[in-house]
């Protein structure tokens, strides 16, 4: 009996360890564990499409001839924005319904943030006068922390 009221004392305690240990971060980053509740689209600093709410506002309307620079924030629960760290594990990933109409291409590692580091950019290229959408997840050690409702996409001439 001794031992089994050891060897239960001893599993609650490492229980409780790996509980804490998970749950309490000493990391000061508010998004550790990015949070994201939605997104923002931003064309040469305007912002064009706000996902927030599980309501998307906007859509992007691109040429098809011309290849367009997109900044992407994310939005927290309190609507600020925020940027996850590819070296925190976080990586954008984008799905595109038709890709007849357009593309989507990630700026890759060292250039992934604008200039003023508070946006990540992709570029799309339209390749046919046509409309389609645009999902958008946020990875974290490969699976999706949050998706984005479609985003539609308009290719014009």
């Not at 949070?35 to 064309?43: Q, T």
């Not at 011309?66 to 609507?79: C, I, N, Q, R």
């Amino acid at each position: 009996m001794f031992k089994y009221n050891t060897l239960i004392k001893f599993l609650f305690a490492i229980f409780s360890i790996s509980f804490i240990a998970c749950s309490n971060d000493d990391n000061d980053e508010k998004h550790d564990h990015a949070d994201a509740e939605g997104l923002v689209l931003k064309i040469e600093e305007q912002t064009i499409v706000t996902y927030k709410e599980g309501v998307v506002t906007g859509s992007l309307t691109i040429s098809d001839t011309a290849e367009t620079e997109v900044e992407l924030a994310f939005l927290d629960d309190d609507g600020d924005e925020f940027v996850p760290h590819e070296d925190d594990g976080f990586t954008p990933e984008y799905v595109v319904s038709d890709t007849n109409i357009f593309v989507v291409e990630a700026e890759d590692g060292e250039h992934n943030h604008s200039s003023e580091e508070t946006h990540l950019a992709f570029h799309i290229e339209g390749k046919q006068v046509g409309t389609a959408t645009l999902t958008i997840k946020l990875l974290h050690n490969g699976h999706s922390d949050f998706t984005s409702k479609e985003i539609p996409v308009i290719v014009q001439n």
